[in-house]
């Protein structure tokens, strides 16, 4: 079954339900309008609905943590950023063969922040090891920085099935949704 995309009552991005039966609930409870569904109905003994593909709460839910989503460095941010490349020798890296390295080793007191985290292929990450790349003799080819707002877009749904996809860009589209505005 599909993904709903979940928007606070200020049409801001709060999540993605995995589960459609709890998407399906938030709108049979009315914590949520849908605004967009997928083809596919759900059945059970009273009731046909169509499986909501974006709702929106109709109360604020409060996202402390709303900005903190994309600026963990995890591998998916941080190689959809760098485009998949290693940011030392250039060559193409895989989600499975790429590793992350901190510019400013971890060990050192570096930050695991999106400034100080770069896409390394393996035998870069062991080359460079515990040392800065100056110290290596390495240079990077990007600066590291924060995620722009298409990437985040990019991230969000990279790994989205064509009719989420396609649900969700129609439906921000249409509405006119920029998300992180
Ligand atoms: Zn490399």
């Known amino acids: 079954?599909?993904?709903?995309?979940?928007?606070?009552?200020?049409?801001?991005?709060?999540?993605?339900e995995e589960d459609w039966f709890d998407s399906l609930m938030l709108v049979l409870q009315e914590k949520a309008d849908p605004i967009e569904h997928y083809p596919q109905v759900v059945r059970s003994q009273h009731l046909a609905i169509n499986l909501p593909a974006v709702v929106v709460m109709r109360y604020r839910v409060n996202v402390k943590r709303r900005g903190r989503l994309f600026q963990l460095p995890t591998k998916k941010a941080v190689f959809i950023r760098d485009g998949f490349e290693c940011q030392y020798c250039g060559t193409r890296i895989s989600m499975g063969s790429g590793t992350r390295d901190h510019v400013h080793p971890l060990s050192r007191g570096g930050a695991n922040t999106m400034t100080n985290v770069v896409a390394a292929c393996k035998a870069c990450n062991l080359r460079k090891?515990?040392?800065?790349?100056?110290?290596a003799g390495m240079a990077l080819r990007n600066k590291p920085r924060p995620l722009t707002d298409e990437e985040k877009v990019r991230c969000l749904l990279k790994t989205c099935r064509a009719d989420e996809r396609r649900a969700w860009l129609g439906c921000l589209r249409r509405m006119g949704i920029a998300l992180w505005a």
Not at 1 to 16: H, K, T
Not at 129 to 135: F, H, K, L, S, V
Request: aromatic share 8%.
């Open 129 to 135: 090891a515990d040392r800065t790349p100056d110290e």
């Open 1 to 16: 079954m599909s993904r709903c995309m979940v928007l606070n009552a200020d049409y801001q991005y709060l999540n993605i």
